[in-house]
């Protein structure tokens, strides 16, 4: 069964300190994303990575960076968490993008809850 | 940016069908269709191509109208398991000459006995 594992499904850290959220992919795809989810707000991207050391902002970048150092593994970094950080998030992976993700679609992960206090 | 579904939440009886519409102010490649049930990751059901119209499932078919960059998920006899919030997904390319998946806020659909 194909999957994207996160590390961690719950997360309590302090305002001001650096955090990182892991996910891996057992499906060798080339592209990876994190979104956060918050209610009433639906999924917003954050940053995306189509390749290797590829990355590309998403709509909600700020306060965040990411690191794709292998194909199967990309994690997102939070510089200094802050409290409207906190949040669910999700991070997917797909084999394409464009007519390419018609295969399958995206596959996501069961989420890190992080709280920031 | 992100699409606008509608409607927000509906409360089916088991047998009924609905309808979630999406609809986005910019030009679309693609629309994804996905379900996630609470506490659970979102699913994917369906995706609609540029040109062309993809049915992923026997009761759950979708519809895409590229000129007005509308999609439309339809369920029919609808089953307690359709339970959840259902979200589209529109796919963009950007401007590096990526594709960008944008999703709306979610349909809450319950289907009650």
């Known amino acids: 069964d194909v999957k994207v594992t996160q590390s961690s499904r719950y997360l309590v850290k302090r305002t001001g300190e650096k955090v990182f959220l892991e996910c891996v992919q057992d499906?060798?795809?080339?592209?990876m994303f994190w979104y956060r989810q918050d209610p009433g707000l639906g999924l917003r991207l954050i940053y995306f990575s189509y390749d290797v050391k590829m990355k590309e902002k998403g709509d909600i970048p700020e306060g965040y960076s990411v690191s794709r150092e292998k194909k199967e593994r990309f994690s997102l970094i939070l510089e200094s968490a802050s409290t409207n950080q906190t949040s669910m998030y999700l991070c997917?992976?797909?084999?394409?993008?464009?007519?390419?993700?018609?295969?399958?679609?995206?596959?996501f992960g069961s989420g890190t809850r992080l709280t920031v206090v | 940016q992100q699409p606008v579904q509608s409607p927000q939440a509906v409360i089916l009886r088991e047998g009924e069908d609905a309808v979630i519409n999406c609809s986005s102010s910019?030009?679309?490649?693609?629309v994804h269709w996905y379900r996630q049930k609470h506490g659970e990751a979102p699913v994917f059901l369906m995706i609609?191509?540029?040109?062309?119209e993809q049915k992923g499932h026997e009761k759950i078919s979708a519809s895409f109208n590229e000129k007005k960059q509308q999609s439309s998920l339809y369920l029919t006899a609808s089953q307690l398991s359709y339970s959840g919030t259902y979200f589209c997904?529109?796919?963009?390319?950007?401007?590096?000459?990526?594709?960008?998946?944008?999703f709306g806020k979610g349909t809450k659909l319950s289907v009650i006995p």
């Open positions: 910019k030009a679309l490649y693609s």
């Open positions: 997917a992976s797909s084999r394409g993008t464009g007519g390419a993700s018609r295969i399958g679609g995206y596959t």
């Open positions: 499906m060798d795809h080339e592209n």
């Open positions: 609609l191509l540029k040109g062309g």
């Open positions: 997904g529109t796919e963009i390319l950007s401007g590096a000459g990526s594709y960008q998946l944008t």
